[in-house]
């Protein structure tokens, strides 16, 4: 079953996070350190297996100002896509 914003395929991405096997804090504190790579306005794609991840980087999204575009989930895994502010 699928969850999705957007369409994730129609979106572009400047860097892929591999976050998958990683719990709580560790998949957000691994996309703030990518997202410090990226220019503003670029995307950042992150998969994760963490079930509370869709909650965490919604938080995150909304602390930070950085657009969460959109979340899907499929097979056990999570796909987020963030734009820098």
Do not use: W, Y
């Amino acid at each position: 079953m699928s969850d999705t914003i957007l369409d994730t395929d129609t979106i572009l991405f400047q860097l892929d996070l591999d976050a998958r096997g990683l719990n709580c804090p560790l998949p957000i504190l691994k996309a703030k350190k990518a997202l410090a790579e990226l220019a503003s306005g670029e995307v950042l794609r992150i998969t994760a297996t963490d079930t509370g991840s869709v909650r965490d980087f919604q938080a995150f999204a909304k602390q930070t100002g950085n657009a969460l575009l959109s979340h899907s989930h499929s097979n056990g895994e999570f796909v987020f896509l963030m734009r820098r502010k």
